[in-house]
């Protein structure tokens, strides 16, 4: 069995959208990063930096429990225990497929984060703030339109690079961005909304993304999420 420690993230939609496109049962134990459940004890020895999403394996390569923490590993692993499935096993298209998974960790997620933070969370508009991560945010629009105007997807086939990507894309809006200004973007982008098991991904713990939806978080939850109580020494 495997135990996903979740929240409703981009992070953490990666790993129900390859989990879905597995079809492997898995059990979801919800951590509300909202409410600090992320800096518990028994998360911390799963994941010590505090973030999700993390994983048990409770049947591991030698038969024993694993756990994994940073959403790349953790696909990686999937994709492996899987029998390669979206990351093929031969070295020439499997770094094809881990590059670009590499993109999405150094570049996607960190730098359109910070574009969600300073144009929706920060207590104070900053402009140079706004534009320095608008038009990162831009740049790396650019980078990935201009791939995929030579390749269906970001690796040429389907894999664990487009899962990972494609999350933090869907909050473009956030972000500053048209996808109209991307066409070879908004049409890889529309094709992975319209997979069954992308959409069944998205699907959950629903409720709590509708809930999320309705404002901006509270003073307790924005210390937590963004404040002094992030930063504490754990």
Known sequence: MLDLYFWTTPNGYKITILLEELGWQYNVIP???GKGEQFKPEFLRISPNNRI???VDHDG???QPLSIFESGAIMMYLAEKAGWRFMPPDTRRRYDVVQWLMFQMASVGPMLGQAHH???YAPEQIPYAIDRYTNEARRIYGVID???SEVPYLAGEYSIADMATYPWLRTHHWQGQDLEAFPHLKRW?????QRPAVQRGLAVMKDEVERARQGLPDKEAWDILFGKRQFERR
């Open 53 to 55: 999403p993390a994983l």
């Open 146 to 148: 201009k791939r995929l």
């Open 61 to 63: 390569p030698d038969g």
């Open 118 to 120: 300073f144009r929706r």
């Open 189 to 193: 982008y529309d094709a992975i909304e």
């Open 31 to 33: 951590v509300n990063i």
